[in-house]
T-cell receptor, first 115, second 115 residues
């Protein structure tokens, strides 16, 4: 099955700096890669996703890049703000048959943005 | 509804008791997933429903875990003869359709503590 590795486990930045979180995956058949933000005691919230037919996607201060050959993808947050502080999870979807996709998550990155 | 709803938010049970956790997916969502999230870890897949059909239960840790979605909407995850190792947050997610590459929307989860 799929295996997803995520680094770093903790990341501390000053407000206004950029933050980068990296993930690698093992199954070359995976083709959908979402990123979730989870605040303490709350639900994981989808913040951005990318499909394998594109190499980069951007949404305001958030961008994701995908390198299918190397099997890695990254989350980039620019101009960080204290409210960006949370745990971020990457995930990769493996298609089971033709009917659905099962997500395998990374271990998470605790991002702290200092004012 | 506005989002995925789970109840109860918190459940404390004694070792050996049975528990039942409920998930109300977003109205009209065909796909429903259950995940288990241990403290400080990413969610791990338990089981998947497409409408009322349970297509994958490969992630259920043991035969003490049972899930159902009899009418293709609300789902219940039941754990029999609970053990301390069952303590975790149980997350439910739904997505609009099948076929993969569909955003999964999560509920706030049920935090289960086994004493």
């Amino acid at each position: 099955g799929e295996n997803v590795e995520q680094h770093p486990s903790t990341l501390s930045v000053q407000e206004g700096d950029s933050a980068v979180i990296k993930c690698t995956y093992s199954d070359s058949a995976s083709n959908y890669f979402p990123w979730y933000k989870q605040e303490l005691g709350k639900r994981p919230q989808l913040i951005i996703d990318i499909r394998s037919n594109v190499g980069e996607k951007k949404d305001q201060r958030i961008a994701v890049t995908l390198n299918k050959t190397a099997k890695h993808f990254s989350l980039h947050i620019t101009e960080t703000q204290p409210e960006d502080s949370a745990v971020y999870f990457c995930a990769a979807e493996e298609i089971r048959g033709t009917s659905y996709g099962k997500l395998t998550f990374g271990q998470g990155t605790i991002l702290t943005v200092h004012p | 509804g506005a989002g995925v709803s789970q109840s109860p938010r918190y459940k404390v049970a004694k070792r050996g008791q049975d528990v039942a956790l409920r998930c109300d997916p977003i109205s009209g969502h065909v796909s429903l997933f259950w995940y288990q999230q241990a403290l400080g870890q990413g969610p791990e897949f338990l089981t998947y429903f497409q409408n009322e059909a349970q297509l994958d239960k490969s992630g259920l840790p043991s035969d003490r875990f049972f899930a159902e979605r009899p009418e293709g909407s609300v789902s219940t995850l039941k754990i029999q003869r609970t053990l301390q190792e069952d303590s975790a947050v149980y997350l439910c997610a739904s997505s609009l359709s099948t076929g993969g590459s569909q955003p999964q929307h999560f509920g706030d989860g049920t935090r289960l503590s086994i004493l």
